[in-house]
Every structure is written in C-alpha cells, then in structure tokens.
C-alpha cells in the first residue's frame, strides 16, 4: 500500500471509475483544433484532503490543459494584489444566464462574473496592467504556488487558441471600448491564452482546489498562498458561475463550489475538507466534462456532501455534565472535606465539552450555562474542544464580557497559557478570559480547586492549614485499641518538609508509610505529569505494608509546608511481633481505604457513561 492510499476513499475512488468510464457520451472540445484530437479515452480522479493526503485512480497524473478553470486561481490573483474593492469596480459577481463566450456585458459595462469569457479577459487584463511585461510570470508562479509544482505551457494548444480566439478577441475589444481597461488588448489576449494553455493534471487539480479549502494554505507545501478571504470570495463566485449555464442545476444537485474547463477538467472544493480533480475531455453540450460532472454528482450524493447539508448536533458539544456529588477531583481527603463535598457538591456543574464549536454551539453553551444560574461554581472544560470556530470566539467574548455582573463564578479548563504567551483555543479573547475567570490547564486541577472553595465556604473543620490533625483521625488507623494505638504512636517520627522539597523519590526502596498531619502534598510521574493529590488526615507510602522493600511508583512533592509522622517497616515489623492483631488490623483497613478508591473510581466511569 502507498503511503498516500486511504482503503476507504480509494476504494470508492476505483469503483465509481469502473462504474463510470463506460459513458462514451460526449465529445471533446472541436473549436479548438489541438483539443479536438485528444484521446476521449483518458479518465483520472484526484482528491487531496485539507492534511495533505491524495488518493488518485486512472489517468490522474496525465497533463492537460487548465483552459477556463485558470479564471478560477487567477480571480484569487487579482483579489489577493489588488484587493476586493478594486477587482469588483471592473468585474461583476453575479450568474450571467447566457454561455460562457457571450459577447455582452452589464448595464454598467462590467463584465457579469469572473469565470465568464469576458469577466476572465477582464481580470487578466488587471493583472497585466498591475504587472506589466511579468503578468503571465506572476500567473504561471501563482497557478504553481496552488498547485504545489512547477507548471509549463502547451505551446502547440496557445497557438491553436491564438489562432482561433477571435470570439475572444472581440470580447477584448468590446472591454476596451467601454472603458473596462486601457491597456493592449493583444497583449492581454496573448496572456489569456497562455493562461489557459497551462499544463496541469488531475492531481494538480485537486491540490489547486483543496489550496482553497485549507483557507488559502497549500495543504501538501504547507505554504500559504492566498488569505482565507480570498479563498471564501474564489469559492463564492464559483458556488454561483463556476460551471457554465449549469452552475444552478450544479449547485442543487451536486453543491459543491467548483470550475470547469473545456480541456475536460473539473476541480470541486469543500471547504475545510478537500479538493476534487477529474479529467476526462468528452464533453457535454454546455462544455462541462461528462464523466467530471457524474464523479463529482456521485461522490456528493455517496457521502452526503452538500454544503448545505449538515448533520451537525449541537448538543454533542456538551456530551458530559456532571456535579462533585458524582465525581470528584483525585485528591484524598479527610473525612469532615469528604462530608462537606457530599452535602454541598451539587453547587457545582462541571460541563465537558467536545469537538468543533461553532456558532450554533457556543450559544447552545452559554444557553446552558445561563440556565445553571442557581449554582455556586460552573466549569467550563474545553479540552476535549478540537477548534472553536470565529463566529464561536466572539460569542464566547461577549458572554465572558458579561461575567462580571454574574454572581455565579465561572471555571475555565482550556489549554492556554499566558506565561509563554500560548492563546490555546480561544486566540486573541484568552486574555479576558484569564481577566474574569479562574483558569486551569487541567480539569482535575480545576475540580481540586472548586472543591477548595466548596469546603471554605461550607465546611464545619475548624483547624488551620498549620494544625496537626490528631492521629487518631487516620482512616488507616479506624478502630485501632487505645494500647495499639499509643503503642504506634511510641514509634512515629515526625518529619517536616518545606513547600516544594520531594518527600517521596520515585523508584525508591518504600522503606515506611507516612501519616499527613499538616499541609498538601502531589503525587507526580516524572517531574511535571500530576497523578493526584493528598491532604491532611490521609496517609502515602502505605502499599509498603503490602510489599515491604518494593519500589516506590511515583514521586511525593510538598505543595505547602508538610507535617508528616513516620512509621518506618522495621518499627511495624516490631510491633507486630508484640501484637501480631495489628497488623491484621491495618491491612483490614487499607483494604477499605482501596476499596472505597475503586468505588469511587466505579461510580465515575458510570457517571461519564450515562451522559
């Protein structure tokens, strides 16, 4: 398989080619004698997705020329040099309802559309008089540019159109006599022509048309080549005039933007996803391709490709939502923090979102945040998001605007960090973002901290960060003799550590468990991947009581100034000589501490699931 082979698309590619090459329906173009004689037989298709993938069957890689599909690329020429305002007082964007080659123009003498003949010869005549003797250099470049590879001219077809285009020719004098350009009307003809004499191929087409998807990014050169509003406006006009007096018929049945040429190509477009490029020379009697036209009907309908065709659900964008009574952050905590958070946890809603935002989307988000109103905290989790769209960003930026007449607080979990300047999903808005919310790079951090301010607002413990919880609180220790109990407490070490000093190593011998009495501590892989967090009232290090002298799993880092009582396995081996009930006793209770862990766990997975 060849490293651009999609199975999938290929394999549809491959049938809808042996399904349609049989149509001998057509004929090649025959005003044009050098096209008249092409073998009819040819037929390629090319798609190259907006990541740069092509996927190609038949005659793909054959050279044709581009003939009328150029007017396409070279209308994004003259809107990208000489901006829209300019292009538009010369040329027109509206369907004509006559052929291609009509010799009229509008009421104001403008030319109907750029991919009509004279709105063609127009726009080429700009080029000329913005470049001068460079106006086919610079169209050559750019044409190459969309397509990714260095592009030649088919001296023998501009000669055989040079020495028929007097149609054309009467078009150019017709632009000049109204005052559409000043310039030489031969010299802009000799450009026409060779634009139209470029040699492309199937493939090239596809690369042409997915440029314009990817925004105006070549998606194979990764080089920008034209803005994202020249693409819009190029697929615009060819949504409504690409495809002769067909181009109504076309946009109802096939809906896709896309430019024909009589040389038998066809490149079609859907925006963000791909490009299409068929060549095939028979053609029908309004001079489109008719096996172009049937892949590209057929590819539309299989796939359900339309552009106003959507199976978008905004409420997918929302697919879990959640309060703290059901799923919690992963830091341990006492019992009176865990009571507080079962009682009040449902002062919180934690809305995951997903996939691609958009404009419907972001308002069916903050509809649903507007409707958690009654609720202490929200939190906003973007990242399972891929893209927010602009439209979407804005609507974001006038809701957060209005935050600060909410007494509902907002959460954010969003990639972006403005310490190194990183704007994540949101670009130029994160700053306000960071203004009016709480921000986290982290869901789970963010839980930790909203559950924070949870237990500060309602919970009932009095002590303060610095106090040293009784021991006896331990969930370890539960129902522990009052003898066993002072017994352990003749073997505790009491160790400090300040905030940010490792207290654990991972990889270490688990020589002992260690009893937090005072202060936070994180549970880390590596230097910077958090796993979860402790505090006071819970214990670490105790898997030790399981397998003494195996390796530690993870680092212990103290976030705040620690208090910890050691209890190292030489000391508990010696007591559970004096009493061997101890030890049963505690691995009783570590089996409940494990079981409760698994429970919670469970009941998380369930409730990610019913969403």
């Known amino acids: 398989m060849e490293k651009n082979d999609v199975p999938a698309l290929k394999s549809f590619l491959s049938h809808a080619y042996q399904n349609i090459f049989d149509d001998k329906s057509g004929a090649p173009a025959g005003y044009i004698p050098e096209l008249a004689i092409v073998n009819p037989e040819q037929f390629g298709i090319a798609i190259t997705t907006s990541d740069g993938f092509t996927n190609e069957v038949g005659d793909s890689s054959t050279e044709f020329t581009i003939q009328s599909i150029s007017k396409a690329f070279v209308y994004s020429l003259a809107l990208e040099s000489l901006g829209t305002e300019k292009v538009l007082k010369t040329i027109g964007i509206e369907p004509s309802g006559e052929a291609f080659n009509s ?39 750019m044409l190459s540019e969309f397509a990714g590879r260095i592009l030649n001219v088919d001296d023998k077809v501009f000669s055989s159109e040079s020495a028929t285009g007097d149609r054309n020719r009467a078009i150019g004098w017709l632009l000049r006599n109204s005052d559409n350009f000043s310039c030489d009307v031969e010299e ?32 194979v050169t990764k080089k920008r080549v034209v803005s994202k509003t020249t693409a819009v406006q190029t697929m615009s006009v060819m949504v409504s005039s690409g495809m002769y007096d067909y181009s109504g018929e076309w946009t109802y049945r096939v809906g896709l933007p896309a430019k024909s040429g009589v040389g038998g190509g066809i490149t079609a477009v859907l925006p963000s996803q791909f490009g299409l490029g068929v060549f095939s020379p028979p053609l029908d009697k309004l001079g489109n391709s008719v096996r172009g036209i049937k892949v590209c009907q057929l590819l539309s309908e299989h796939f359900h490709l339309h552009v106003l065709e959507t199976e978008d659900d905004v409420t997918q964008n929302i697919p879990i939502t959640y309060d703290l009574r059901e799923i919690r952050s992963s830091r341990t905590r006492c019992r009176s923090d865990n009571e507080t958070l079962e009682d009040f946890g449902s002062r919180v809603s934690v809305l995951e979102l997903s996939g691609v935002i958009n404009f419907i989307g972001s308002n069916f988000i903050t509809r649903s945040v507007a409707e958690e109103d009654n609720k202490d905290f929200v939190v906003l989790s973007f990242t399972r998001v891929s893209r927010l769209t602009r439209a979407s960003i804005e609507v974001f930026r006038l809701f957060f605007e209005k935050l600060l007449s909410k007494s509902q607080r907002m959460v954010v979990v969003d990639k972006a960090d403005l310490k190194d300047d990183s704007k994540g999903l949101f670009g130029d808005i994160t700053e306000l973002i960071h203004q009016h919310c709480p921000c986290f790079k982290n869901l789970d951090k963010a839980l930790e901290w909203v559950e924070d301010q949870l237990i500060a607002q309602y919970g009932t413990c009095s002590n303060r960060p610095s106090d040293l919880l009784p021991i006896v609180e331990q969930p370890l220790l539960k129902d522990l003799p009052n003898s066993d109990l002072e017994l352990l407490q003749q073997n505790l070490v009491s160790i400090e550590h300040e905030s940010g000093s490792k207290i654990i190593q991972l990889h270490d011998k688990a020589d002992g468990i260690y009893f937090l009495r005072a202060g936070k501590v994180s549970v880390m892989l590596g230097e910077d991947i958090y796993v979860a967090g402790l505090d006071a009232g819970t214990c670490f290090g105790e ?7 195996a390796a530690r799993t993870a680092n212990i880092i103290a976030e705040t100034k620690v208090v910890c009582s050691f209890l190292s396995i030489e000391a508990f081996n010696k007591i559970s000589l004096i009493n061997p009930k101890l030890n049963e006793l505690l691995l009783r209770n570590l089996g409940l501490i494990l079981f409760e862990r698994l429970k919670q766990s469970n009941s998380k997975i369930v409730a990610l699931s019913a969403n």
């Open 103 to 141: 010799i009229r123009l509008k009421d104001d003498n403008r030319p109907f559309n750029p991919m009509v003949n004279s709105g063609a010869i127009a726009c080429t005549a700009l080029i000329c008089q913005n470049n001068g003797k460079e106006a086919f250099e610079t169209i050559l470049n």
């Open 188 to 219: 802009v003809l000799e450009v026409y022509f060779r634009q139209c004499s470029i040699l492309v191929t199937a493939r090239d087409l596809s690369i042409m048309g997915a440029t314009l998807s990817n925004n105006g990014t070549n998606p």
């Open 543 to 549: 898997l030790a009581l399981i397998e003494p002298d």
